[in-house]
């Protein structure tokens, strides 16, 4: 089949990376006939000139379109515009049956474009991003007008791909009309890794000591990291109460941060909460060296705000795990409550935030860290692989190709 790939992502934004890029690719090798249609900031020439040739040599077909971000509000709009008028050329001059389309924004371009052509939408649900953006954006009024059309935008989408089982009870529930079509229309995909990249062998074991020697951080301490980007939803002062407690527990211990931004916060953050400054470490890398600086930690922090989170799977938490590192996390996040746990992962999800509690799962995770070094972690959290990612696209895909197109 033909599919039409939609993301206001770009290939080259990290999400783009990890997650969209190497997905498509997975499909294009089963067979399928892809075309990719994104919007790509400025300044991304050598990624766009790299990830060409690796959609070159898959048979995938990529036409980019500008990324604005000013003026607010306007800028997304003509985006769009530019992402709606791209995609119509490609559909009628190719034999498109599929409109993949990643998050509602993208969503809606593919909805308007249905309506038109007749091809098939499916959905990539990413969490329940419009009452977040409600809650806290900075237009809200906005966001308060795109909810009035995702009923239409859910009720019209003839497969819905949903990150957590969570997300999809909630849909079920706010439109059970979908859940009585006479087929399944939810599939539960995962934020997924490449355990082919994301692995710790002699290689990455190597240049993780250069990293360590450049970080000046001693060898044999404990290494508590955080990895991704620091913003509102990330709750950076409990991560900082909780790397407290590690220091209570392990005199020597460090944090690592692994960001592309917020330094300044997480240095106020720490000297406010009493720590020195040396017992923080942050850094900022490209893909090509995330396993090596995860290699260096004894265990990690995934701490997010849980207000509508029912839908939020950290593409973080599969990169960790991968790479044999336990996960303290926080309850109320997408399925992490049923996927964490000392006996199946080695990790640990805290009901609230008070020291002793956190203190207990830190206990958890250390009495159980040794262990980690024989691939149990890894081999427990194979539902997070990039193959079995592709698997479960390929049976969407198949699902597509049996069903009847929804109205």
């Known amino acids: 089949m033909t599919v039409l790939h939609i993301t206001q992502d770009g290939i080259t934004d990290h999400i783009g990376q990890s997650q969209l890029a190497p997905y498509i690719l997975g499909l294009a090798d089963l067979g399928h006939d892809i075309h990719v249609l994104s919007a790509e900031k400025p300044g991304r020439e050598a990624l766009i000139s790299r990830y060409r040739t690796l959609f070159?040599?898959?048979?995938?077909?990529?036409?980019?379109?500008?990324?604005?971000?000013?003026?607010?509000?306007?800028?997304?709009?003509?985006v769009l515009w530019l992402l709606y008028r791209a995609a119509g050329q490609i559909v009628r001059r190719e034999p498109v049956s599929v409109l993949h389309c990643r998050g509602h924004l993208a969503g809606f371009v593919g909805?308007?474009?249905?309506?038109?052509?007749?091809?098939?939408?499916?959905?990539?649900?990413?969490?329940?991003?419009?009452?977040?953006?409600?809650?806290r954006g900075r237009f809200p009024w906005v966001y308060r007008i795109l909810k009035r059309f995702e009923p239409g935008l859910i009720r019209q989408s003839d497969q819905i791909v949903a990150l957590t089982r969570r997300a999809v009870e909630?849909?079920?529930?706010r439109y059970p009309e979908t859940a009585a079509r006479g087929h399944n229309v939810y599939t539960v995909i995962p934020c997924c890794a490449d355990f082919a990249h994301f692995r710790v062998d002699e290689a990455v074991t190597a240049r993780s000591a250069v990293l360590r020697t450049g970080l000046a951080m001693p060898a044999g301490s404990t290494v508590l990291l955080y990895l991704g980007s620091l913003g509102p939803d990330y709750l950076l002062n409990r991560?900082?109460?909780?790397?407290?407690?590690?220091?209570?527990?392990?005199?020597?211990?460090?944090?690592?941060?692994?960001?592309?931004?917020?330094?300044?916060?997480?240095?106020?953050?720490?000297?406010?909460?009493?720590?020195?400054?040396?017992?923080?470490?942050?850094?900022?890398?490209?893909?090509?060296d995330v396993p090596a600086y995860i290699a260096l930690a004894s265990l990690s922090?995934?701490?997010?705000?849980p207000v509508h989170k029912e839908g939020c799977s950290p593409t973080k938490l599969a990169e960790l795990l991968a790479c044999n590192v336990p996960v303290v996390a926080n309850t109320g996040v997408g399925d992490l409550d049923i996927l964490l746990?000392?006996?199946?992962?080695?990790?640990?999800?805290?009901?609230?935030?008070?020291?002793?509690?956190?203190?207990?799962?830190?206990?958890?995770?250390?009495?159980r860290r040794d262990g980690r070094e024989d691939g149990r972690i890894r081999d427990a959290s194979w539902g997070y692989s990039l193959e079995e990612g592709v698997k479960r696209y390929q049976a969407v895909y198949d699902a597509l190709g049996e069903v009847p197109a929804s109205v």
């Open 341 to 367: 746990s000392p006996d199946a992962n080695g990790s640990v999800v805290v009901e609230d935030f008070e020291p002793a509690t956190l203190r207990a799962a830190l206990v958890s995770v250390l009495e």
């Open 170 to 173: 909630l849909l079920q529930a």
């Open 239 to 288: 991560m900082i109460a909780l790397f407290g407690q590690l220091r209570a527990l392990r005199p020597d211990a460090v944090m690592l941060f692994l960001s592309n931004n917020g330094e300044p916060l997480v240095r106020d953050a720490a000297t406010a909460a009493g720590l020195p400054a040396d017992s923080i470490r942050f850094a900022n890398s490209g893909r090509d």
């Open 301 to 305: 922090v995934v701490f997010i705000n």
């Open 56 to 78: 070159d040599q898959a048979g995938v077909r990529w036409t980019i379109v500008p990324y604005y971000n000013r003026p607010p509000v306007i800028s997304t709009a003509w």
């Open 111 to 135: 909805q308007r474009l249905k309506h038109r052509f007749g091809a098939r939408l499916l959905l990539d649900f990413r969490d329940f991003w419009l009452d977040v953006r409600i809650d």
